[in-house]
């Protein structure tokens, strides 16, 4: 695999990149933020994509990933929640590569995220099934089967009595809400108790802002799966992105 390779992270607010040593998983350039534009239009975020490429310097034999807000598949965004609804049935891969000059791997933004804390974090050298969630909003999710991205699980929506789990598990209803971390827990018990009937994974990954809390919260769940919280934070779309362009490129 090469040493260094580019990510691109797309978010609601703003998208971010930054060259990554593959061998660290650390950025080797600085990382470079540009608003994401309004109405955000493919067109609009590719050209911003285009622009970040260009400050960053990034050399034509430098692979690029793109993270995305939304499932995709073959390159196809089926629907966009975040962005502009223009996105729905686009091909991103095709996009990104007449905007950028070069062929582009796109995923998902949370499977970018589970990527990175396999490759350099949490689940690092962890064998088996590991499931990572990014709480925020929603609840993001990634299931990596001994180091083989599954990718597009939207196990936040999954229908647990009757509701849309993040509807109530998330760490957007928590604030929301305002609940105790001790209300909140009994929530996440629910909720990461019935993935754990589902999948039987090794390890859970708990991402998103309010795992830099998670001695609050972790210690009151009961479950037979080890649960920790996840390393990389904000830097894990983009290492995530760069990481799974390179070992594409590889074959």
């Given at each position: ?51 970040l490429l260009e400050q960053l310097e990034v050399g034509p034999d430098i692979a690029v990933g793109v993270a995305v807000p939304a499932p995709v598949i073959h390159g196809v965004v089926p629907f966009m929640a975040n962005l502009d609804p223009a996105w729905a049935g686009m091909n991103v891969d095709e996009l990104m590569e007449k905007h950028l000059g070069r062929p582009v791997v796109t995923l998902n933004d949370a499977d970018a995220a589970g ?137």
């Amino acid at each position: 695999m090469a040493s260094t390779a580019c990510g691109i992270d797309i978010g609601g607010s703003g998208v971010k990149a930054a060259v990554v040593d593959l061998e660290t998983g650390e950025f080797t350039t600085e990382r470079i933020r540009i608003e994401t534009p309004k109405p955000a239009t493919p067109e609009a975020v590719a050209e911003v994509c285009r622009q970040l490429l260009e400050q960053l310097e990034v050399g034509p034999d430098i692979a690029v990933g793109v993270a995305v807000p939304a499932p995709v598949i073959h390159g196809v965004v089926p629907f966009m929640a975040n962005l502009d609804p223009a996105w729905a049935g686009m091909n991103v891969d095709e996009l990104m590569e007449k905007h950028l000059g070069r062929p582009v791997v796109t995923l998902n933004d949370a499977d970018a995220a589970g990527i990175a804390e396999v490759a350099y974090g949490a689940a690092k050298d962890v064998q088996g099934t590991v499931i990572v969630t990014t709480q925020g909003t929603g609840i993001g999710s990634a299931i990596i089967v001994d180091g083989v991205l599954v990718p597009n699980t939207e196990l936040g929506h999954l229908e647990i009595d009757g509701y849309d789990a993040e509807k109530r598990a998330s760490a957007g209803q928590k604030t929301l809400q305002d609940l105790s971390w001790k209300k909140w827990a009994k929530r996440l018990q629910r909720y990461y108790s019935h993935v754990e009937m589902l999948f039987s994974p090794d390890l859970f990954v708990v991402g998103g802002g309010v795992s830099k809390k998670h001695e609050k919260f972790m210690p009151l769940l009961e479950l037979k799966t080890p649960m920790v919280p996840a390393v990389l934070f904000n830097t894990a779309g983009i290492v995530g992105a760069a990481y799974h362009a390179a070992r594409k490129a590889q074959g």
